[in-house]
Structures are given as C-alpha cells and as structure tokens.
C-alpha cells in the first residue's frame, strides 16, 4: 500500500537538515509520497525505515531495463492513466521482429534497416531499440548461429524468442552478457525458465492466455523473487490486447494489484499480415500503455510515424517542447532571401517552417528563446518583445548572411513593430501574416515586389 | 492466490445521442471512455466521415490525389464514390471554392453543390464552410436552407460567428458542429453560447480542433480525453457531446505525408507513409475519443474502418 506523506514523515529523522533540497522533512516526506522525490535524497534516513519506505515508496509500475551501453533502454515507471494527470514517463519501445527461419539475406537486411531507424526530431533522437529473435527452426544450433550473426551485426538490445528452456539456455551461451530480455515464460516452462533469468539477472518475459492467467503467472514469478518482469496477456486480438493492457495498467495503479506492477509488451506483428493495420495496431497500443511493441518490418515509412507518435505522447504536457534558438536555413536561402522571425514551441516552428516550404520560397526563419511558448503567449509574458528580439537578431550573425535589412515579425505582434524598429536601427521591421497559412502567399508577393 | 478482478469505471453520465441525416443514424450514446466494453456501451460505433471538396484540389500530393483523380472535379461523383466504394458513414462536404483568399465563389453557387450531393446520396452528410469567419456565416445560411430537410451538420459554428451560423441551423432545423482551439474550457463555453441562443444540446458535435501526428496531435489526444472525462466522471452535461476530429485535412498539411522519398530517403515510400501518417492520426484520437473521424485516402479509410469493426468487436 501507498503511504501518506504523514506516514512517511514519521519515519525521517525530523532534523530538517535541508540536505534533501527541501526546507523541511515534511515537505520532503509530501515529495515522497508524489513519487517526486527518491529516498536516496535522504543521507539520514535509518536503515529501518529505508526498507519500510523502499517498500511503499517504489514505483508502482517497475522500471525494466533491456541491453546494455548506449543502446539499453528502461520500460516501466508509469504513474498515471492519462498523460494530462502528469506525463507518460519511459517512451514505448519499438523492436523488430526476426526469426531463424528466415533466409540469412532477409535477415541481414532487416537488421541493416533497423539500424539505421533513427531520426533527431525536436532535439530528440527517435529510433528503434529492441531486435527481436525467434527460434521457429526448433534447432538450438541454428537459433545461436542466427543469433551470433544479428549480435555481430547490431549493438541493438535483443530479445531471444522461445519456450524452451534448453533452447534458450543455449542462447544465452551467445547473448547472455547483453542483458537480453527473454521471451518468454509460461505456465507450462515458469520454473525453468525463471530459474534461468534468475541465474544471469535477466528481463523475463511473463505471457499468459488472457489477463487472468497472467496475473497467476506474475504471482507465481513474484514468488520465486524474480523482480524484472515483462507482462505479454497473450491475446493476439486489437479488442482483447487492448482491454487487457488497460486492465494492466488500471490493476497496477488503482488496484495496487503487485503483479501488474509490471511494464508489458504488445507483439502487433503476431496479430496481421497487413503492414497498414498493423501499423494502426501499434499505434493504439502505444497511446494504450504497452511498454515495448514488437512490429515485423523495420520500413521506415512504418517506423518514422510510430516514433513521432511515441514523441508526442510521452511529451511532458507541463513542459511545451522546444527547438533551439538560431536561423535556420528553409530551402537554400542567399543574401537576399527574407528574413523572419517567429517564437521556439516546436509547434510554432514546425507549422511556420511548413509554410515557408511550402511557399518555396527560400528564407531566414529566426527562432528566439521564448521558453517554449507560442507567439501570442510569449508576448503576454514578455518572452517575445523588442528587446529579446533584438539582442536575438543582434547575436545571430543574420546580418553577416543577408544584404539587406528587412525582418517580417508576426502579424499577432504588429504593435511592437515601433519599438523593435528603436531596438535595431539598421533593420526595418516588416509586419508579417497573423496566420502561418497566409505566409505562403505573403512571401511570394514579398518575392515578386523585391 | 489472488483473483485478478478488472477494476471497472461505471457511471450513470452518458454522451448525448445525436441524430444525423434523416435514415436513422445516430451517432456518441456511450458511458464508457473508448471501447472499454467490458465496463459499459457504446451503442452507435464512432463513424468515418469522407472528404469531398467543391474546389477540385489542385496542390495535393499526389499519394492521395492519384486514388481520386477520377472524382476529384466532380463532388456528386466523389460523394457517391465514398458512400458506394469506401463505405463511408458520412460525407464531409467542404466549400473551400468560397474562400475569399481562393476562388471566392458565391455562397449560392455553393448551395447547389450542397443540394445536389446531399441528394446524391443515402449517407448523412456534413457542409463545412471555407474555415473564414465572416464568410463563414454567409455560406452556410445558404447551405442550410438548400438542404432544408436533411438534417446537415453545419459548421464551423466559432465564437465569433456562432450566432449566424447557430440561427441558420435552428431556422432549418440543421445540427451544428461547434470549433474551438484546442482548449476544453472554450470547448464547454461555446456550447454554452449555443444552448443559450436555443440551439438544442443534442444537435451539437464537438470539433476541438485537431492536431495531426507530429503537429500537435497531443495537444487533441489530451482534451478529448479530459472532455470525456469531464462528461462521463463528473456529468458535466455541456462536454457531453460527441466528439469529432478533423484528420485528413490536418494529416496531410503535415511535410511527412507527402515529401517524396526522393527528398527524405530516411523516411521512406511517401506513397504508404502519407497513409500511416493519416492513419495513426486517426487511431490515436479514437482511443483518446473521437466519435466521429473526417478522413481522406481511401486505404487509410479501408484501415481504420477495420480498426473500429475490431473494437466494436
């Protein structure tokens, strides 16, 4: 059970020390119980109450960590149903599905593919994370042997498929050190094969036949002490996977029901054979709380549209997303391109920059800092006027690009127009559209009239 | 051992029933937020509502105007073709030929269009005006009076033009989709307006304003599932209308539906991604709860109505 911030503040040391960051241990304690604050903060902390509090403090839903270095990935630690209530925490990873029944071309092929499913949008880097490997052959050699040449061939964290223990204790002999996560246990293979995750300190993957045959599957695994679960309910339908994902994560975070405390996984790959509904499985189940989603085609024209929807789904809805503060070059812009300025929500930049393309007019387009919000809103709090404008256009270099001296604002600021003209006297400020939409036509009149 | 017992979210609120066209289609009714069947229902199914423009579009990529060369000067044919071929639910009818920055036709020109497709077909059908504000109001009092009888949703009924264009759908007895920007308060207030100037609270659909994938598609997911909450967890009886979201036209603004990958090799054959952008647009604001999509390409249409048999189940 939760405790209340009460309950925890009992347990601290009462000197309110401060070591913590917080005034006091109460306020600390209150953190505490948010989830907004790690016991470790506390040097104080006796080791009684550590384990009392480690137990009532930890994260619902656990944090799973799959692979290992740069491309280790960690699922789990969800808080809330609804992102608007807090934010969704750790993105939905995406793996690719493999198996060593295909022919070694394909496979080659896909894991190349897969590899290079890696975009930086937004100052994100979005990229497929997990490969996934099934033993269709039943032959544990040729299963390593596939194995052997995906791990050469990729850092990508993997996950080795198959209910056969021997199977994959054999595997393990190829990929063991990677922090592989297994797939998967069932009731039928459960002590072996959590014998064997428990042995090297490695993700297993928990599958049951619905949601009910899990949570018994997840009570048993919790017995034996295995802490790092991934819960697949096993039903390879849009209608049950979703109503069982929901029950998962409602059962971890309302029902405080331990054996759901777990991130789970959706295999859309296993539920059609058309790329485009499966593509609109995935997509359900990443908005739906699935922590890792395995799709079987690396094509980047599946993959780009799920990682942007991973984006914006996990975007902290506190926290407006940025782009940094430069002159972006739009289409191949010279000295006598116009020059623009607009605010850096990423939305604003994306939808002006859109626009502009699509005028095919090459331009400047200024971004000024404005902690991340939209023109109006940063006007309102003082983010986007003259003064910041200017030092912007000031430092940018702009002046070193262009020839001349013209800077389009947006129309929805027309009225600081007088003063930014006092702010940068070599520059004359010219009043842009209100809305992205008229921009195209505005430039090109911009274009003609120069 | 311990029985694992779904926990289940029950209420006594429900969406209001909408009627649209005159054979019977309804549209919201649910007391569940989307498709958790297992803790209630959803009577009507959430619907798919085609694009037909007036204009014939012209700057479309051609990934969705190649499937509709044949009808795309034509919107009788295109409407006919989207109820007889690609089961659409409803026809979305936009007047974009009376946009003043565009061809600026008439408001009258536009209502024979309105007349003559809502006559063409079985399907309940949607008349949304140029999105100008001022034109707005003119354009769909004439289409409100063309398709007199038909029970059309007019719209986009704004706050600045709500009074007109609300007074033409009570004279015609019309039903009215009510836009704002993406923001559940203004959402709730222009209902408000509406039911204050005696529109009926069950002959509005909700339209908060869609964000595509990539393009503030968060920003939609999360007040849609706040005005159902709303709605459904509080009985708040001024969100507790159904919901539409504006998919195709928004999908495929957005650079990534249409760039050839000749352009961004990185993202792939712009012949399928423009479809998935569209697609995932649509999927995710069904599950945040949409009860109505507006959509475009035929497969992203053929997809997502497989989406909804499947979770209607």
Known sequence: ?450 | MMAFEMPKETTDSRIREVTLGTTDVKVGGENVMPFCLFEGEMPNRPLIAVEVYDDNPQEWSPVVAQPLADVLADPVAWARKAQDEWGADIIALRLRSTDPKGDDNSPEEAAQTVKAVAEAVDIPVIVYGPEDVDKDGDVLKAAAIAAEGKNVVLGPAMEDNYKTIGAAALGYKQTVAAKTPIDVNLAKQLNILLSNLGVDTGKIIVDPTTGALGYGLEYTYSVMERLKLAALQQDDTMTQMPLMADVGVESWKAKEAKFPAADEPAWGDENKRGVMWEIITATTLLVAGADIVIMRHPDAIKTVREVIDNLMG
């Open chain 1, 1 to 450: 059970m939760a405790l209340s911030g009460l309950d925890i503040f009992k347990m601290l040391p009462k000197t309110n020390c401060g070591e913590c960051k917080l005034p006091t241990c109460l306020a600390f304690a209150m953190k505490l119980a948010g989830g907004q604050a790690k016991l470790d903060d506390c040097p104080y902390v006796s080791d009684e109450a550590r384990e009392a509090l480690a137990e009532a403090s930890a994260p619902p839903i656990r944090g799973v960590t799959v692979g290992t270095g740069d491309k280790e990935f960690l699922t789990g630690e969800e808080l809330v149903l609804f992102r608007h209530e807090k934010r969704f925490v750790n993105p939905a990873a995406i793996g690719v599905m493999l198996s060593d029944a295909m022919p070694d071309d394909e496979i080659e092929a896909k894991v190349q593919e897969a590899g290079k499913d890696s975009w930086e949008r937004i100052g994100q880097q979005l990229e497929v994370k997990l490969l996934a490997v099934k033993c269709e052959s039943g032959d544990a050699g040729k299963f390593k042997d596939v194995l052997a040449k995906v791990k050469g061939a990729s850092d990508l964290a993997m996950m080795p498929m198959t209910e056969d223990p021997a199977v994959m204790s054999a595997a393990l002999e190829v990929v063991g050190d990677d922090n592989p996560l297994l797939y998967c246990a069932t009731e039928a293979n459960l002590d072996e094969m959590g014998a064997l995750a428990k042995e090297k300190g490695l993700p297993l993957v928990l599958k049951g036949t619905d949601i009910h045959t899990l949570a018994a599957l997840s009570e048993k695994a919790m017995e034996m002490d295995l802490a790092d679960l991934v819960l697949d309910p096993g039903t390879r339908n849009l209608k049950d996977t979703l109503e069982s994902l929901i029950g998962i994560r409602r059962g971890a975070l309302n029902s405080k029901f331990k054996p759901f405390g777990f991130p789970s996984i959706a295999l859309p790959c296993e539920e059609t054979d058309d790329l485009f509904f499966e593509g609109a499985l995935a997509s359900i189940y990443i908005a739906k709380y699935a922590g890792i989603v395995v799709t079987s085609s690396p094509e980047p024209w599946l993959q780009y549209p799920l990682q942007v929807e991973i984006q914006n789904i996990y975007t902290d809805p506190q926290k407006p997303m940025a782009v940094d503060s430069e002159f972006y070059e739009i289409g191949s812009p010279g000295p006598d391109s116009p020059v623009l300025v607009t605010t850096n929500f990423s939305l604003t930049y994306f939808i002006v920059s859109g626009e502009i393309e699509a005028s095919k007019v090459d331009a400047w387009l200024g971004i000024v800092d404005s902690e991340g919000q939209s023109v109006l809103t940063a006007w309102a709090a003082g983010k986007f006027v003259p003064d910041i404008i200017a030092k912007f256009i000031n430092t940018s270099g702009i002046a070193d690009k262009v020839e001349h001296r013209k800077l389009i604002i947006p129309g929805y600021v027309a009225q600081i127009s007088g003063e930014l003209d006092e702010e940068l006297p070599d520059w004359e400020v010219l009043i842009g559209p209100r809305e992205a939409a008229d921009l195209s036509t505005y430039l090109r009149q911009y274009v003609s009239a120069s």
